[in-house]
């Protein structure tokens, strides 16, 4: 019965991300604390991120993500950047991150639960949640550009009125 439960509540939380609400969804931050979704949607829109190391899309998507967060910091946005590595690269995820000076916040899935539940199938594999928990945008892949649409939906989501978003 458990096991049912279980899975029936992993079925529900699939389907609510592919139909535009975010499941609840708790990530373990690089600095080892762990913090849920809703308590950081309280705080403003967040963009969330999927990416790995061995990922070369991903790494050429960094940068844009870090002026996202510098641009918009101030109006309450933030990116979570959820490396998928396996535990064994924890310390070259932190020392990437530290090298390139990205301020962004990090957080680490190596068993890819908060991935598959947001149906991630390939990286980088981004999601713009609004603060009622609700799927703006998804994108998998990078490619010059895509940089550009992602910085739109953004500005557009930190302007919008609290009532819209």
């Known amino acids: 019965m458990k096991r049912f439960l279980a899975s029936l509540i992993l079925f529900l939380s699939v389907l609510n991300g592919q139909f535009g609400i975010a499941p609840p969804l708790k990530f373990k931050l690089m600095n080892g604390q762990s913090v849920l979704l809703k308590d950081l949607i309280q705080q403003g829109p967040i963009l969330i991120d999927y990416w790995a190391l061995w990922c070369s ?13 510098d641009e918009f910091g101030d109006e309450g946005f933030r990116v979570l950047a959820v490396n998928l590595d396996t ?28 991935y598959r539940m947001l149906n991630g199938k390939a990286m980088p594999y981004s999601l713009l949640v609004d603060r ?13 550009g895509d940089e550009k649409v992602l910085w739109q939906k953004v500005e557009a989501l930190v302007h ?6």
């Open 132 to 144: 009622t928990g609700k799927i703006i945008y998804r994108h998998s892949g990078y490619a010059p």
């Open 57 to 69: 899309p991903c790494l050429k998507e960094m940068p844009h993500l870090d002026k996202l967060q």
């Open 87 to 114: 535990e064994r690269s924890v310390s070259k995820v932190k020392s990437y991150i530290r090298s390139k000076g990205y301020d962004l916040e990090v957080a680490l899935d190596p068993a890819q639960e908060t």
């Open 160 to 165: 919008a009125s609290p009532d819209n978003s």
